[in-house]
């Protein structure tokens, strides 16, 4: 008795790629194959460099809003029910930070207070907004300290104030000139409290590249900033920086267990909340729309199949009476469409991560081509982000083109192992 052949046997590999390879004049459909292997690939480049391009977006994004910002923040809560109330100081500041330091995900601990004045020079006022951090603490704030820009000298930060770029436009201000600092919680009298007023030497301006930061943040070293918002011995609050930020949320828990019953924590997912949840949908949305322009190019695997079925009934009629089953006719004509498939998602994959690799090339080319195009529409305020290629982002580019062009292409298989071959050689 005769072994039956396993699935997808050497005999239906040689049988699929001699179909695939036979020119239009033999009955083939080459120009179809091609057609349909170039619409995979692009399809899947665009896919491929999309994700990348989003991914990139999505990264300087995060590093902007995080440059100059804290990843986390400790806070402690006010008690006014306790017999004597409690505010919401931090005074064991120095104690907290040496056991947050003690933690390996955390960088950097630093104790700040937070305070809204008035900033004045020669009849201009503007608000702003005060942090008391220590020198060594603000250097590493890399949009801060490494910013693009940055007039002046940090080193010198102890000696005044560090202020944005935009609020020394504001002001009308530069490195050396005073500014003065209004905060009506100043001093305390026995008529009342009275506005203080002290005037600091601009000695450091920096361009964080985030407007609402460069416009109203003012840098102030943590000793004056104490006597100035009368918060001798406390802070208001200590910023942390992790050496993993998308992970912040997951660190919330260890840092409650080292910060004593008071403490509460926010990060930065809490306050960009928003426009992660924005970031999401955008990529939902991207991915669904790309999807539908790779289906439309799988599509096209299809009608060439079909075509190749239609041309190679006499072929299928001999097949059938040679003795191979209608398994064997539907796995021939699945591999032609699926090696077309393959093929054509492994090099629109390849091309997709070439160009997220070479996304400053592309730009530079761009703008040659354009004469300056990129480098005006980035003078005005345009943003081109750079390209972050993920496994991830792959895989699902990678896995959407394949299960779609394998998936359709078992409809016209079917119905060529369907075909009667008494029916296919009728007429031969």
């Keep these: 008795m005769a072994s039956t052949p396993l699935p997808f046997a050497r005999f239906e590999w040689m049988i699929a790629w001699r179909y695939l390879r036979a020119r239009r004049a033999d009955g083939g459909v080459s120009a179809m194959t091609w057609i349909s292997l170039i619409g995979i690939s692009l399809a899947v480049f665009a896919l491929v460099a999309t994700l ?23 806070h402690y809560r006010r008690d006014f029910s306790a017999e004597i109330p409690v505010d ?17 995900e955390v960088t950097l601990a630093s104790p700040l207070i937070r305070g809204q004045v ?21 250097h590493n704030y890399p949009m801060i300290a490494a ?38 919680n100043g001093v305390k009298t026995p008529m009342g409290t009275s506005p203080r007023v002290n005037a600091y030497e601009v000695t450091y301006i920096f361009s964080s590249g985030q407007g ?13 900033a104490q006597s100035f918002f009368n918060r001798e011995g406390a802070v208001d609050q200590v910023d942390l920086r992790l050496t993993k930020p998308e992970q912040a949320s997951e660190m919330v828990l260890p840092l409650l267990r080292n910060s004593g019953d008071r403490a509460y924590i926010t990060t930065w997912q809490d306050r960009a909340g928003g426009m992660i949840q924005a970031l999401k949908m955008q990529d939902n949305a991207i991915f669904i729309v790309l999807s539908i322009l790779v289906l439309i190019a799988a599509l096209n695997i299809v009608s060439g199949l079909i075509m190749l079925v239609k041309n190679k009934g006499r072929d299928i009629g001999i097949l059938r009476t040679m003795g191979l089953s209608q398994g064997s006719i539907l796995r021939v004509f ?20 070439i160009f997220a690799a070479n996304i400053d090339s592309v730009y530079g080319l761009v703008d040659w081509i354009t004469g300056s195009g990129v480098r005006d529409l980035e003078a005005s305020g345009f943003f081109f982000p750079s390209a972050v290629v993920t496994f991830g982002d792959v895989a699902s ?22 075909m009667n071959p008494v029916e296919a050689l009728r007429y031969e």
Aim: aromatic content about 6%.
């Design 52 to 74: 990348a391009v989003r991914e990139g977006l999505r990264s300087d994004i995060i590093q902007t809003m995080l440059g100059a910002n804290a990843h986390a923040e400790i």
């Design 88 to 104: 919401h100081l931090i005074r064991d500041y120095d104690a907290l930070v040496d056991r947050i330091s003690a933690l390996p």
């Design 118 to 138: 008035m900033g004045s020079y020669r009849g201009r006022n503007v608000p702003v907004d005060v942090f008391g951090i220590g020198t060594q603490d603000l």
């Design 147 to 184: 910013s693009d820009g940055a007039i002046g000298d940090l080193a010198n930060f102890e000696k005044g104030v560090a202020i944005g770029a935009m609020m020394a436009r504001q002001l009308g201000v530069t490195v050396g000139d005073r500014i003065k600092l209004i905060s009506p």
């Design 212 to 224: 609402f930061v460069d416009q109203s943040r003012l840098y102030l070293p943590l000793a004056e």
């Design 334 to 353: 699945f591999l032609c469409g699926a090696s077309v498939g393959t093929a054509g998602t492994l090099v629109g994959v390849v091309l997709g991560v």
């Design 397 to 418: 580019a990678a896995g959407l083109s394949l299960a779609l062009s394998w998936l359709i292409t078992v409809f016209p298989a079917r119905r060529a192992a369907r």
